[in-house]
């Protein structure tokens, strides 16, 4: 069965650190996503990107984040200057189109621990 | 503001019981829900996707069902196992947004007792 691959599984870094956090979404999706989990709380929506640009946006997506898709099949999630409260499990997710999660729902990755010290 | 609730919020029976954990959101106007599954420090399992026209998907020992109007939705376990042990998070996507982000809720995380 197809998977998301994020890499790595597991990164610390020190706060005021650049961080890239990567992921492979199946290669015949469309739409692709960036979620977080704070240790002990819900998963929190972050980023959407379709068609080569941003869709959409939380108020948690501020200047120090930035995504990208590279060279069509790798997308990124870029932290500039990483701070303590950085330190979250970074989940990718991709769907199908056309209509993306509106019918094929969602298929997320492992996650990436980042660890911010 | 969309928001979604899991009661209860951890659960532990024996091996073999048939269980339900609930979902409520706050606003009907969704194009679908989605369970997922969690394992400790793992990514998200997706278990089942109900589209908003639907009252109820099946997958192996697992039915979710939906309620639109009311807010709701249920997964049943039927004779849980050991393996089913983990959290359980309900997602809706709802109307509006450029790209139908899901809203999780806490979750439920259950202990299956062998």
């Known amino acids: 069965e197809p998977e998301v691959t994020q890499t790595p599984s597991h990164q610390v870094t020190q706060m005021g650190q650049e961080v890239i956090l990567r992921c492979v979404p199946i290669?015949?999706?469309?739409?692709f996503y960036w979620y977080r989990q704070i240790l002990g709380q819900k998963v929190e929506f972050l980023v959407s990107?379709?068609?080569?640009?941003?869709?959409?946006k939380s108020e948690i997506f501020d200047d120090q984040f930035s995504v990208e898709r590279p060279d069509g099949s790798n997308f990124t999630l870029k932290i500039r200057s990483t701070k303590l409260e950085d330190s979250a499990m970074y989940f990718c997710?991709?769907?199908?189109?056309?209509?993306?999660?509106?019918?094929?729902?969602?298929?997320f990755g492992s996650g990436t621990r980042l660890t911010v010290v | 503001k969309q928001e979604v609730t899991q009661i209860p919020a951890a659960l532990s029976v024996p091996e073999g019981e048939n269980l339900v954990l609930n979902c409520s959101f706050t606003?009907?106007?969704?194009?679908?829900l989605q369970w997922f599954r969690q394992d400790p420090g793992k990514g998200l399992t997706s278990l089942l996707l109900?589209?908003?026209?639907?009252r109820e998907q099946t997958s192996g020992r697992l039915n979710a069902s939906l309620d639109k109007s009311s807010g709701r939705s249920t997964l049943y376990i039927a004779a849980s196992q050991p393996g089913d042990s983990a959290t359980y998070l309900c997602a809706v996507s709802p109307y509006g947004g450029a790209t139908n982000k899901l809203i999780f809720g806490t979750g439920t995380l259950l202990a299956v007792q062998p």
């Open positions: 606003d009907s106007a969704i194009y679908n």
């Open positions: 290669s015949n999706h469309l739409y």
């Open positions: 997710a991709s769907s199908e189109g056309p209509g993306g999660p509106r019918y094929y729902g969602y298929t």
């Open positions: 109900i589209q908003s026209s639907q």
């Open positions: 990107f379709y068609n080569n640009e941003i869709s959409e």
